[in-house]
């Protein structure tokens, strides 16, 4: 499997992953096909996942430039396509209380206004037609443990008194009564805004709506060379060259090794896998109280989430191998399946019929950052830890206002470059310990 650590490239053109996703959504919409022919654009935009779809869209619609989308495989093949489908209200992996803490109330509700604006912006894109198979509203945070219990309360409520959120609090007895039994957990809260749907039918939604608006998509075309000339980005794919005044790097965990140094160094791409069980019969259903289709995650330092699809199937992931050349090893599906078995023991015949895996982008700050270089002409979106379906659609807003040259909210999130990891070349060896520490932690702590 491509790895963005050791490959310079992620390929031309290759198929969508054994995705449950690739399977059921059916045919891509049209597309611009690969570039063959050298083009001078405005602006370009490299990878057609959410981030980039949307800072085109936004673009066109917002600002009246059509930019051009070189995507090298297909549209959504990265993160886009393979993800849970699950929209919250957040990303980045930093808690609004430590943000609290470091940047003070003001900053920290800004935050939580972009991730609002997020969750908002794709239910409006939704409402223009792109269906994709929103199910029922509800978010739920399981405590694996009794005393992370403590610590979900202490969160409900610090979020019902600083956003006036609606946070329930669940018991066991509530949790199991009315949405599902799931053994492994002592109790939850549940947001009532976040959902699932099928993520590739919405980046193939937003593709179409970004065409509609005068945007140009080519897809199977990788940026396999890049240089400055005369003040000009000059983008080399196989078959043509761009000459673009503005660029946007939208390729986040699946920035190639080497692909530009204003980004090197900056972000860890993590493998997150998936499985998708056989639908489950009633018996099963009933035995499980699987009531509920609400989008559900765990409080381990290493998640573990899952939902009912509409064909009531399991979708359950959780982390993956660590390198690209194990991502594929069956050992991790089947690490996946057993911890699902455990949550659901009345499962124990079940198999997976679907499993993948994808490249998310964490940054060392635990925070999205979205941001140009000192000559305004190269913009980037990156480091989303693992939450950027909603939040993606943000970024390539405000993205496009900083191609436009307008001004963004003064946030950590839009004025300042990703933090460099430091000994950048040993960054999978730190990944390889903090799973170690992360056991440690859900096991013992
Ligand atoms: C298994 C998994 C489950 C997840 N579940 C959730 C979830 O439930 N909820 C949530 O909020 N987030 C989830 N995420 C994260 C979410 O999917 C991502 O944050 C989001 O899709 C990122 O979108 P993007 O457009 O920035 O990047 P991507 O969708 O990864 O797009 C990048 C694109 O750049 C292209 N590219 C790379 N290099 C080049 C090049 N040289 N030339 C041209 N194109 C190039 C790639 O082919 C790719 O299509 C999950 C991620 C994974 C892997």
Redesign the pocket.
């Known amino acids: 499997m491509y790895d963005p650590l050791h490959h310079v490239?992620?390929g031309t053109n290759e198929p969508y992953p054994n995705s449950y996703w690739a399977d059921i959504s059916g045919q891509a919409p049209e597309d611009d096909g690969m570039l063959n022919q050298d083009i001078d654009v405005d602006v370009c935009i490299?990878?057609?996942?959410?981030?980039?779809l949307s800072t085109a869209l936004h673009l066109a619609t917002e600002h009246g430039i059509n930019a051009t989308v070189?995507?090298?495989?297909r549209t959504?093949?990265?993160?886009?396509g393979?993800?849970?489908?699950?929209i919250?209200k957040t990303s980045g992996r930093k808690s609004f209380s430590q943000m609290q803490a470091q940047w003070g109330e003001e900053v920290m509700r800004g935050i939580y206004n972009e991730m609002t604006e997020g969750v908002d912006t794709v239910n409006q894109l939704i409402a223009r037609g792109i269906d994709c198979d929103q199910q029922s509203n509800g978010y739920i945070k399981v405590a694996h443990k009794a005393n992370k219990m403590d610590e979900l309360v202490a969160l409900a409520k610090l979020q019902q008194q600083m956003f006036g959120y609606d946070v329930q609090i669940l018991s066991k007895d509530e949790l199991h009564q009315h949405y599902m039994a799931d053994q492994n957990a002592y109790g939850a809260i549940r947001y009532q805004d976040g959902f699932g749907l099928n993520?590739l039918k919405l980046a193939w939604g937003y593709q179409r709506l970004a065409r509609e608006a005068g945007v140009t998509i080519h897809t199977g075309?990788?940026?396999e060379g890049w240089h400055e000339e005369g003040g000009a980005q000059v983008l080399r794919t196989p078959q043509a060259t761009v000459r673009a005044r503005k660029v946007v790097i939208?390729?986040?965990?699946?920035?190639?090794k080497g692909?530009h140094q204003f980004v090197a160094g900056r972000t860890l791409p993590v493998l997150?896998?998936?499985i998708v069980t056989e639908p489950l019969s009633d018996e099963q259903i009933k035995a499980c109280n699987l009531i509920s289709s609400n989008v559900v995650m765990d409080t381990r330092a290493l998640k573990y989430y899952y939902r009912k699809l509409p064909d009531n199937r399991l979708l359950f992931?959780g982390r993956g191998a660590i390198s690209g050349k194990d991502a594929e090893d069956p050992f991790y599906a089947n690490r996946l399946l057993s911890v699902l078995k455990t949550s659901f023991p009345a499962l124990k015949d079940i198999n997976y019929q679907y499993a993948w895996?994808?490249?998310?982008s964490v940054a060392l700050d635990d925070l999205p950052h979205i941001y140009q270089n000192p000559t305004q002409n190269v913009f980037y979106?990156m480091g989303?830890c693992?939450?950027?379906?909603?939040f993606?659609v943000q970024a390539g807003k405000r993205l496009a206002q900083k191609v436009a040259e307008q001004a963004v909210p003064n946030l950590p999130l839009y004025q300042k470059h990703l933090p460099k990891f430091p000994f950048a070349p040993f960054r999978r060896l730190g990944q390889w310990g903090y799973f170690h520490y992360g056991q440690f932690k859900d096991t013992y702590l």
């Open positions: 490239t992620p490299i990878g057609a996942g959410y981030t980039g070189v995507e090298a495989n959504a093949w990265g993160c886009s393979r993800n849970a489908g699950f919250l993520p075309t990788p940026v939208a390729t986040n965990g699946y920035t190639p692909f997150s896998q998936i992931g895996a994808g490249w998310i979106s989303y693992g939450a950027g379906v909603s993606s």
